[in-house]
């Protein structure tokens, strides 16, 4: 069944808020859908930040429900807008596979630089019984600043390739295009 324009606007609308609404009636019993219970805290804010907090790994039931709710809400309210934002989100948003092979790569390799740049060697990096070299020394790391700074760089890096590919998948038609 395909709704169009107002209709599926109001269908995404419903189902956000209905999803939302279990997750609320749900996380409020404290019974079922996440294993961390909420409680009350000091003041509201802190109470809030209790009921919000979720399991990620593995994805709880409360955690899925909060999280396609909301983004059920916002396809609902932005899924006409046309600005360079938009157009630049929907890059990515054509070629989600290859972003996160790329990114995944680049992130480790950033990382692999940091680490020598710290003025570890090779043989720091490589640890008694581990397959693979793991650059990471216990104590060391960067701000959150910093993470979301490198985080931004790397997403603006890649944008020239995903933009590409973006464009050059829907003008070639080879078997393994489809899975990225």
Known sequence: MMFEGSKRKRMLIILGSGVLLFFAVLRYTNTYGDPGPW?????????????????????????????????????????????????????YARVPFLYYVLHFFLIHLVSTIFFFARGHSAADGIHYRQETPNFIVPGEGVSLGFVYLIWICIVLVLYPVCKWFSEYKPTHKDWWLGYL
């Not at 109470?47 to 999280?67: E, I, N, V």
């Open 39 to 91: 409680s009350i805290q000091k003041n509201g804010l802190y109470t809030f930040l209790s009921f919000m907090k979720l399991q990620k790994y593995p994805p709880s039931l409360l955690f899925m429900c909060a999280t396609v709710g909301i983004a059920l809400l916002l396809l609902a309210f932005s899924e006409n807008v046309n600005n360079r934002l938009s157009r630049f989100i929907t890059v």
